[in-house]
């Protein structure tokens, strides 16, 4: 299994990195990879999974954290991890979540994720 996700420099110039299953068949990078780029996604953005994203100009114009979406997101990849839990940010001007993942391997995976 395959995905692309971005890298980000320090002046704000990306590139596009390749994450792939790991040696062991274990695609947990893959799905959290993919995880990230959904709560990325705006609604309806995608031309494949119309049911995937957040509605991030209603969550900026309105101020309210679209945590009902997260969660439906959260409920469709918590198959593929042993643990999976996606919280919002406290104190922060724009949304923003902290993803904690607990690989079938028992690897804890962390992310911090702008939305």
Partial sequence: MRVW???Y??????TWQEVETDANGYNDNVYLTALVQVLKL???????YADQGIPAYQTVITQVYPDYYVMQIQAQ??????SLIIVPQQNVT?????IQAVTHSGAILEAQVPV
Wanted: hydrophobic share 35%.
């Fill in 5 to 7: 996700g971005r890298i």
């Fill in 9 to 14: 420099a320090a002046d704000g110039t990306y």
């Fill in 42 to 48: 705006n609604l309806g953005e995608s031309p494949f």
């Fill in 77 to 82: 990849y918590a198959p593929f991890f042993a």
């Fill in 94 to 98: 724009s949304p923003a979540y902290n």
